[in-house]
């Protein structure tokens, strides 16, 4: 048997594997584990591009666990929205790189195996959830991710660390929960955990819609926790803000994406019931609250002084972009949302990396003690502004793409209202970003800064790298929407409507 | 529907009422009462509600474990196994929670001498 054959299961073993074995490691050499970290992702890395060329070229792969009858063993389905493997996997490489030294400054040296150990853990959970076709397998994969994920946030030093990790449990179990609780309503009325069967017999199940509905309403309500949809994204400023900056990045950047990826496989399985129930007016609610949490978001940043409380409020903002590119049931605003989802994980990754750089070189957070910055660190302040022009959508660079097509997609959909939101977050983001630039090039400089002192290679390697990412699919933007398209199209032709 | 039928529905399927009523007190819990430990317990509410939903889903009245044995009839009806397989997963990551959420419990009291929500909720501020 070819061994490309396994590569779908063995993507989610690898990383699971080297976790488990990471503490024997630790015992004998910390300074292994950060090298067994980066051979786990990388190989995960390799499979992962792997297949999504197959995917690109022949289509979706079917790979059934353990050899099970298809719709009795645990189904793992890789189609292009699980294409996000590759993205997950290149950026955990990249934070994991990232993580060396700023890992050895921040916590305990006691604590470096564990904490290796939780970030492959994390990502394991990340990819497993993507490319799983299985209901139930898609909650033990999101518990996975989110307990290594509360573990991340607490592992730090600071003060409120615990208190943040904390409440960020309580909100994720209860989500957690009520998706559980919705899988078992699905269960009871179809009598199966596939999704493609979950999907065919959901229209059968005529007499139990009821059923059916308070199912999506259960998931959306978990999903909307896990994606820190306004009014429930209180958990996110403080948890993103307080962990270890390329925790920050892991979480901001690639964990509450998985929220989102969860809000379209709930799509999928609601995708033939058109004309049983009608899910636009709850789309339409989740517009609603998306144009909110964008304004929102975006206003709380500009009165933060911390840069990463900033950054944790401006990921708050754009979560927003990508649930009304979601939400607004026409073609272009789908397709800049599914982009976002993808860029707004590099520039994300890009930006908290980026302060973990300079809190790790300077050691200060505040903008007021960061003044000419730019000085000290001209590569990384460099790389910065290239995200900062990013996420702000300045034309060359690849955030320019999907705010352009959402709000072209609010147009066309004849809600003009939807695009002011964005054109007025826009705005608002582009205020609070002139403040990160206008600290760090403009201001007099503090006169430790005047000397040049840049950080490390291994953190300038991973923020050049994704600032170059940043530029190139902006201009190459034909490439992922080459492969998004189909995948955008074949959701809407069959879902909403 | 009047509401003779709806209680008659409720009576059938009680184990989803309870299941669904278990479920409402520890949301109640969790988002009512200040004390963290108290607010877990909640949790811990709702986590059986869930449990309890999938189990007695899967309950077929007479039914036998369903383990091949010699001498078993055609006529023999089994319990759904896969809600029992599912829960057995789904207490392991019960169990996990349960044990940070403590650990963490243990790190707040031991910096901030408190488990009142309110007064972290100060502390926090400061």
Redesign the interface.
Known sequence: MNITHHFPILLDMVPIAAACTMLIIGKFRREWCYYWALFAISICTVMSAGLVWEVYKTGPISYVVGSWERWFGIEIYFDHISACTLLISGLGLLIIIFSKHYIAKEIDERKIPVYYSLILLNLAGMLGFVITGDL?NLF?MM?ILS?SG??LV?IGEE??A??A??KY??LG??S??SI??AI?FL??ITGS?NMHEIALYLPRAKDHIPVAIAAFALFIMGFSVKAALFPLHIWLPDAHSIAPSPVSALLSGLVVKIGICGLLRLLFIYRYVGGLINVEPVLNIIAWLAAITIVMGAFFAVFQDDIKMMLAYSTVSNIGYIFLGLCLVQSNALIGGIVHIFNHAIIKVLLFLCAGAIIYQTGCRRLSDLHGVGRKMPITMACMSIGVLSIVGIPPTNGFICKWFIAIGAMDAKKPLFAAALLFGALFIFAYYIKILNAAYFKKPRAEFEKRDEAPMTMLVPIVLLAIACLALGVGAYFPLAFIKPAAKSLLSTAIR | MNYMQVIDKAGTNFNYVIAVTLFIIGLYTVVAKDNLIKKFMGLNIMETACFLLYISMGAVKGGKAPIWTEGLKKSTVFVNPIPQALILTGIVVAVSTTALALSLMIKIYEHCETLDAEKLKRLETE
Do not use: K
Request: aromatic share 16%; proline share 0%; charged share 10%.
């Open positions: 139930f033990v518990e307990l509360y573990a607490a003060r409120i615990q208190l990790a904390f449990l309580v179990a209860v957690s929960l559980l609780m078992g269960y009871s955990l």
